[in-house]
Each structure stands twice: as C-alpha cells, then as structure tokens.
C-alpha cells in the first residue's frame, strides 16, 4: 500500500534553544517536511544512527557535544547527508571550521526564515539528484545470468530460474545502477527499506550472500556482489 508520509523528505533538527526549535520544527513541518527533533549532540547522535534523513539541521553550541564535533562524526562514518549548520553571530571560526568538517552550508543566527527554507529545500533537491543513477531496464544480463526486475525472476548460468523478492530485485536493481561503486548502508536503507524501517547491518549482508548463492561461480570470490568493510555493497563487473 502507498505510504504518503514516505515521500515526504526527513529532516533532523538539532538545536536546544526551545522557542526557536519550536518555531523551525513548525515551519518545516508547513512545508511538508518530517522532522525529527533533538535537542542535544547526544540524542542527535542516536537519532542520525537509528534513521536515514534527507538533511540535518545542525546548531553548532549544544549543551554537551558540540555541532561541529557530530559532523565530524558523521563523516567519518561515511554517511553523507547534507548538513547546514547554524552558527552565532560573530563566530566565523566556527562556520569556517563547521565546512571543514563537513557541513554543506551555512546560516548565522538571527537568520531570515525564507532564506532558511530556500537553502533546506536546494540542499534535499541537490542531494536527490546526485542520488538518482541512469536507469537499467526491466531485464539486466550479465555473465551468464539474467535479472528481470519486472517479474522478480533470475537466471543463473545453469538456467535455473530463481525466485526474487521485491527487496532484492530492489537491492539488485540499486548495486547494479551504481555498478563499480560503493552503495552505502545509508543509502540502502532509504532506497530499499524506506524511512521508517532499519534492518541491521547483517540483514543486508544476509541479501549479499544470497545473491552470491545465485550468481557467482565461486562465492567465497565473489566478482560481482563486494562488501566493502565499514562503507557499504558494490557490484562489480
Ligand atoms: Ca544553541
């Protein structure tokens, strides 16, 4: 069944100071977006692991660690998404610092709200497209095996026909899409699990393996399906 509130871009707001967290939260939410709140470096740091967002909100003076420390953070984890960072007046240091980590832009406090929302929405729509690969078709071959993602059916090169669920015709569709690159976790997540449902690191490796069962020669060798330790998946050719 469609889910609406799927298609509605996440955003995590970190910021403590209420009066305006309320504010930004309420607006954002005008504009369609979901947005999940948190109020310290802390808790932001287990919602940005338990959940994939399109964008984070990111004031830089918290209560315990600081916004540039979970930038780095974040980064170091590989996760790319797209951050803006609040900083206050006169703290040119910190913005400079901020990008250096990792932000992607910038608002100094007190900000005008319209100008906010433009940089929300050009930062989310900026990072869609990097998102969006060119299309394979509904059948994809390659060795001797061959996908069709229409009837979630394989081939494998003894020409026996094997059955694909939905999420690993997705998961497929989504390595081979970005064949010769790293897919990360985080991507997977949004892509094939959608918003609202995280599965563990070992789900996905289990899909990985099964993929090797169906495809390879050798699975202990793989030459198509990869883990890439601490990054994500990539299938090669
Ligand atoms: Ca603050």
Do not use: C
């Amino acid at each position: 069944m469609h889910n609406m509130g799927n298609n509605r871009p996440a955003i995590l707001l970190v910021e403590d100071e209420q009066n305006l967290h309320e504010a930004l939260k309420l607006n954002l939410e005008l504009e369609g977006y979901e947005v999940t709140s948190a109020y310290d470096g802390s808790e932001a740091l287990q919602q940005i692991g338990a959940a994939y967002f399109d964008l984070i909100i990111m004031d830089i003076m918290l209560p315990d660690i600081d916004g540039i420390s979970i930038t780095e953070n974040i980064r170091v984890h590989n996760n790319e998404v797209p951050i803006l960072m609040l900083s206050a007046k006169n703290a040119a240091a910190d913005r400079i610092l901020g990008l250096k980590k990792g932000a992607d832009d910038y608002l100094t406090k007190p900000f005008n709200l319209e100008e906010l929302l433009l940089r929300v929405a050009k930062l989310i729509s900026k990072n869609k497209k990097i998102q969006v690969k060119e299309s394979v078709g509904d059948i994809y071959q390659f060795g001797n095996n061959k996908i069709d993602f229409k009837a979630l059916v394989a081939i494998d090169s003894n020409g026996t026909s094997i059955e694909l669920s939905k999420k690993e015709a997705m998961l497929l569709k989504l390595l081979i899409e970005n064949k010769n690159e790293v897919v990360t976790r985080e991507k997977i997540l949004q892509v094939v699990w959608g918003y609202n449902v995280y599965p563990t690191t070992r789900t996905i490796d289990n899909f990985i393996l099964n993929f090797r069962k169906y495809f390879e020669a050798d699975s202990r060798n793989p030459r198509y399906f990869h883990s890439v330790r601490g990054m994500g998946y990539k299938y090669t050719e």
